[in-house]
């Protein structure tokens, strides 16, 4: 299971900026990171008059458009458990970023491993302030701090190194 990073805060906040930081910083030491979104009001993908967004139009109950290096899959779909959508992400992942669920992620139903808030009284990782300035490079390394004890308690269990 990749290790949940949530990270809440009011609309404008930086959210997405921290989150678009740490990505950056987590792929360029080799990670494999996932993003899940909420996106409370709907969401548009799909450009007007593409093929794809003629297709859900018309009233497909799923479009999946595939490129050689990418693919979007868009389906009509309830949820009720955030760990339901994480259920659609690779498993290869080694972290996955929860922006929003704010409820969802309070639950039992998603064991997170670094909290994120971010307010206007500044940046907290998991109740812990940290400078803003500081924040990509903190949650950087208390992910890294993750995934390096999950890596010893897997090559001590499966007898070899690495998370995949």
């Not at 808030?117 to 500081?134: F, K, M, S, T, Y």
Request: charged share 20%; aromatic share 4%.
């Amino acid at each position: 299971m990749p290790v949940v990073i949530a990270v809440h805060g009011p609309s404008g906040s930086g959210k997405t900026t921290l989150i678009e930081q740490v990505v950056s910083r987590l792929h360029a030491r080799g990670l494999s990171v996932g993003v899940v979104k909420h996106a409370h009001d709907g969401f548009a993908l799909d450009q007007r008059g593409k093929d794809s967004q003629r297709f859900w139009e018309a009233g497909a109950h799923a479009v999946l458009v595939a490129a050689p290096q990418e693919l979007f899959v868009r389906q009509r779909c309830t949820w009720s458990r955030l760990s339901e959508l994480l259920g659609l992400l690779p498993q290869e992942l080694d972290c996955v970023f929860i922006e929003g669920f704010t409820h969802s992620v309070t639950a039992i139903d998603v064991p997170v491993a670094v909290q994120v808030e971010i307010a206007r009284e500044g940046v907290r990782l998991n109740g812990q302030p940290v400078h803003g300035d500081q924040a990509s490079a903190a949650v950087e390394a208390a992910v890294m701090s993750c995934l390096n004890y999950d890596r010893i308690a897997v090559e001590s269990r499966e007898g070899h190194h690495g998370r995949r």
